[in-house]
């Protein structure tokens, strides 16, 4: 996490900015034409309001047992009693009875049928009873608006009929169409029609009688309405029994006309109970549908076939097929789950243009068996070509009849196993952008009637569960194969991110000696680097390892860790200062809070191996460029992070690196320590997000204040370990002035770095301590940062442990170096180092003599090696430890400040 980020004082304040705009807002106008960018204006702009999403509005009916309990017997089907049991009216029933009395008997009598076979059969019996007909025939209305029809499966049905004997299945039931023959005629008029002889009526049909032998003398025909005078209906009775002349009477119209007033209100709601009975039942086959279509998306076959199956379980039809076109399956999915933008989904103009890359069948008498088509077979599919005109126009099609469709030539299409396309719907399969990716077929219903209106309106809603299905299928394939990909990829990271194996052997033979051993100040907060080369950091970190024997306490093999230290190395960008310097001085002054600054009584061993692993990792990738600016450019880790990106991207990585072959230093720790350890680590890793110290700070103080002592526990460790890492992550502002001038220095230059991007590349001012141009105005930054973030952190741990006093004075000090810095100006940096060396500036600590300082030489360009160490411990005990390479600085550089990098 870079150090300085918080711009210093400022003379003017957002106080006399707002004064100045309320009194001259005709200045902010004239700016904003001047100086706003697009997307500034953009955002000014006054937005709709989000469209208000309300919840749909259901009818709030209350519950009825009564109803409850039919419909769960309808759906159990425990009301399907055998026909022959089903209790009728007799004559002996009646023979008491007056006219009014039989007539409300007989109306009690259908009252409560709710089965239209069953309610039919009444009243046609009860009809032949109040009106002495010999028998009758039934008709209920069907078909579509522009093609209705009667069907009857109750005919010539008499006062004697059992109901199991005269009901006929559908293929055996009578149709006659609207406006054909006495009982169509009725229907289109909704008038009633009485024959006395139906010999001399040009329109009875003397055929039926020829074959059946029966004499048909007179007929009465009536329509049965709906409250809203349409026909649901047509009820014809035929020979009247106690009549000379079987003629029917206008007091017989007058009771049949009465009575079919209550017959139509029968038929309705029988009729509407089953049609609900049948919407439950479909909606449960669409969940089932649903269900099954978000849970089977590995196998594009098997999904199909649970669409298929549950389609003939929707509409019972003898066939099923589903066609997708070439370019859906060959279309590529990008990361937002979108085909990509060369595909010709949608543009099709013709049926020529469109190819069928895959198709299936599937049978109702073998739904066991999907049956995939080949090219071959689907090029010559009339079936297909029809499906063709269906996905251009995105339309769907009900073909009544292929035979009378002058559409498809007059003729059912065969296919080479025999079977015949009668009747047929077809509807598109759309995506998720309303394209076509295909289309689905229904044949033959098994009926044999055609499909209706009400199929139509079903298949609608299934095939939106079918696009669904199939697109996300598409999804799980391409979302497999990525990946698929992406393990390959990992492993070839994984491979490359890992360090070179010459390090690591030079590593582990290395003599690494304890840090008490190891004359180069790891217990001392003012301990510089700059004198060690990379390898010698290595070593310096195993020497930090050594002292809390993690080898030994957590059986860490030494190879592991060796490994795993030059893994994370590597893993460091060549970035100006969030490198492996940084980390490395990050993880020493852990080091030396817990052992010189005495906090280490607040951890165990576990805490503190976890501890110095995350600061070590706290930055890992770091891309020299802060979370603000992550978000800015839209990166792909402010999209995976929504907070915190870069902290989450460093603890993601150091993921990565312990998953990486032989890099797990936590592999031998049980399952719940290795879980607790992880924890620790991702806490103090995000923990080192300056926006979220702020929130902990304050809640660090006030235990502070408290004079709370205990902190090996609970919320207070937690807190405790935040306010930790983010005192080791600047800890540079409390080293001695020359370290942290050049600290300074880097990160400055880092930041200006990124200023530069924004200029130039995103058009944008950057703020202060990113704007080059403003880089003479860093003491003022500086006594900023300190006073904003520094100072109270500090504070606090002196009044914690006297022991970390060392970086409260360090930090003061170098505060009131900077202010007076700010006084003489930064072209005079020299002259405060000789005030500092002589003693003017009053310093409360300085650098002990065995931290040995190279102030005096040039810094090399980032990622460049350091010049060569005067003090060197800890060499490898073989004597081809190969060292690095040592190239000197440009000669640019010699020109430049011996105390620091002029800026």
């Known amino acids: 996490m870079a150090a300085e980020e918080v711009e210093g004082p400022s003379r003017v304040n957002s106080d006399t900015v707002q004064t100045f705009l309320n009194k001259n807002p005709e200045y902010v106008e004239k700016w904003l034409k001047m100086n706003a960018t697009p997307d500034l204006m953009s955002k000014l702009a006054p937005k709709k309001p989000p469209a ?14 009564v109803t409850n309990k039919l419909l ?13 049991d089903v209790k009728v009216m007799e004559s002996s029933d009646l023979k008491d009875m007056r006219g009014e009395e039989v007539f409300m008997q007989l109306v009690r009598d259908i009252a409560c049928e709710l089965n239209v076979d069953v309610l039919c059969h009444k009243i046609l019996r009860n009809v032949s009873l109040l009106t002495h007909s010999d028998r009758g025939s039934l008709f209920l209305s069907r078909g579509t608006t522009d093609n209705k029809f009667l069907v009857s499966k109750l005919f010539d049905v008499t006062k004697f009929s059992n109901l199991k004997e005269c009901l006929h299945d559908d293929e055996k039931a009578i149709k006659i169409p609207y406006g054909k023959g006495i009982a169509g005629h009725v229907a289109q008029t909704k008038e009633y029609i009485n024959i006395p ?9 003397k055929e039926i009688d020829a074959k059946t032998g029966y004499r048909t003398h007179s007929i009465l025909c009536m329509p049965i309405l709906t409250a809203d005078c349409e026909v649901i209906g047509v009820a014809q009775i035929i020979n009247k029994t106690n009549s000379d002349n079987h003629a029917f009477t206008p007091e017989d119209i007058k009771i049949f006309e009465k009575y079919l007033i209550f017959c139509g209100i029968g038929i309705t709601n029988a009729q509407l109970f089953e049609m609900s009975v049948k919407e439950y039942q479909r909606n449960q086959l669409l969940l089932t549908l649903a269900r099954g279509v978000f849970e089977e998306q590995s196998n594009l076959e098997r999904l199909c076939q649970k669409i298929m ?7 019972q039809c003898e066939r099923c097929s589903i066609y997708l076109l070439q370019d859906f399956i060959d279309a590529k999915v990008n990361d937002n789950g979108e085909t990509s933008a060369d595909t010709k989904l949608g543009t099709y103009t013709s049926p020529n243009d469109v190819v069928f890359g895959k198709a299936f069948d599937l049978f109702a008498t073998d739904t066991e068996n999907l049956v995939g088509l080949s090219k071959a077979d689907i090029a010559k599919s009339k079936n297909a070509d029809l499906g063709k005109g269906v996905v ?12 009378m469709d002058p559409r498809y030539g007059k003729a059912y299409f065969v296919d080479e196993s025999g079977f015949k396309t009668k009747s047929l719907m077809c509807m598109p399969i759309v995506d998720n952008k309303c394209r076509a990716i295909g289309c689905t077929q ?10 209706t209106e009400n199929d139509e309106n079903i298949m609608e809603a299934f095939s939106i569960f079918t696009g669904l299905g199939i697109h996300n299928c598409q999804m799980y394939e391409s979302v497999s194969k990525l990946m698929a990909k ?3 990829a990992l492993e070839v990271l994984s491979y490359h991110a890992g360090p070179p194996v010459e390090e690591v052997s030079s590593l582990v033979e290395a003599e690494i000696k304890k840090p008490k051993e190891y004359d180069v100040g790891l217990y001392h907060f003012d301990f510089d680097e700059f004198f060690m080369d990379e390898f010698e950091t290595l070593c310096a970190t195993m020497c930090m390892f050594k002292e809390l024997d993690v080898v030994n306490k957590f059986n860490v093999p030494y190879d592991v860790i060796c490994r795993w230290v030059c893994s994370v190395k590597k893993n460091y960008r060549i970035v100006t200062y969030h490198n492996w310097r940084h980390a490395f001085n990050v993880a020493q002054t852990m080091f030396t809070i817990l052992f010189t600054g005495g906090l280490s009584k607040f951890f165990n061993d576990l805490d503190m191996f976890a501890l110095i692993a995350a600061c070590l990792c706290h930055d890992l990738d770091h891309r020299g460029t802060n979370n603000t600016f992550q978000v800015k450019v839209d990166s792909p880790l ?13 603890f993601d990585h150091c993921i990565m690196i312990l998953n990486s072959e032989g890099n797990n230093i936590f592999g031998s720790l049980p399952a719940d320590k290795y879980k607790a350890v992880l924890k620790i680590v991702e806490h103090a890793i995000i923990s080192t997000d300056l926006a979220l110290y702020f929130g902990k700070r304050g809640s660090f103080k006030a235990l502070i204040d408290n004079g709370e002592k205990d902190f090996s526990s609970g919320a207070n460790k937690e807190i405790l370990k935040a306010m930790m890492m983010t005192s080791c992550d600047v800890a540079a502002i409390c080293k001695p002035w020359e370290i942290q001038f050049r600290t300074a220095d880097l990160v400055s230059a880092e930041f200006f770095e990124q200023g530069d991007i924004e200029k130039t590349q995103l058009g944008e001012a950057p703020i202060a301590m990113m704007d080059r141009e403003k880089k003479t105005d860093l003491p003022k930054m500086q006594m900023g940062f300190i006073d904003a973030i520094c100072t109270p952190v500090y504070d606090l741990f002196a009044k914690l442990d006297p022991k970390m006093k060392h970086l409260y004075n360090g930090v003061m000090d170098n505060r009131a170096n900077w202010e007076r810095l700010s006084e003489i100006g930064m072209e005079n940096v020299e002259q405060l180092s000789e005030e500092i060396n002589s003693g003017k500036m009053g310093q409360k600590r300085s650098t002990p003599q065995k931290v040995v300082s190279r102030l005096s030489d040039p810094i090399p360009e980032p990622g460049l090696p350091r010049p060569p160490p005067q003090v060197i411990t800890g060499k490898p005990s073989h004597p081809n430890k190969s060292k690095p390479n040592k190239t000197k600085p440009p000669p640019s550089e010699k020109k430049k400040s011996k105390t620091c990098i002029v800026l």
């Not at 251009?392 to 035979?403: A, G, M, P, T």
């Open 52 to 65: 208000k999403i309300e919840a749909p509005k259901f009818l709030n009916v209350a519950k009825n047992v």
């Open 72 to 84: 769960k017997t309808f759906l159990d089907g425990t009301d399907q009693k055998s026909l022959s």
């Open 197 to 205: 002889e139906a010999y001399d009526d040009p329109r009875f049909n």
């Open 309 to 315: 199956v549950n389609a003939q379980g929707i509409v």
């Open 392 to 403: 251009v126009n995105k339309k769907l099609v009900n073909v009544i009849d292929l035979e």
């Open 442 to 451: 229904l044949i033959n219903k098994k009926n044999q009637q055609p499909f």
């Open 486 to 488: 992406q393990r390959v």
């Open 638 to 650: 402010a999209a995976l992070y929504s907070t915190s990106v870069m902290e989450h991207h460093h």
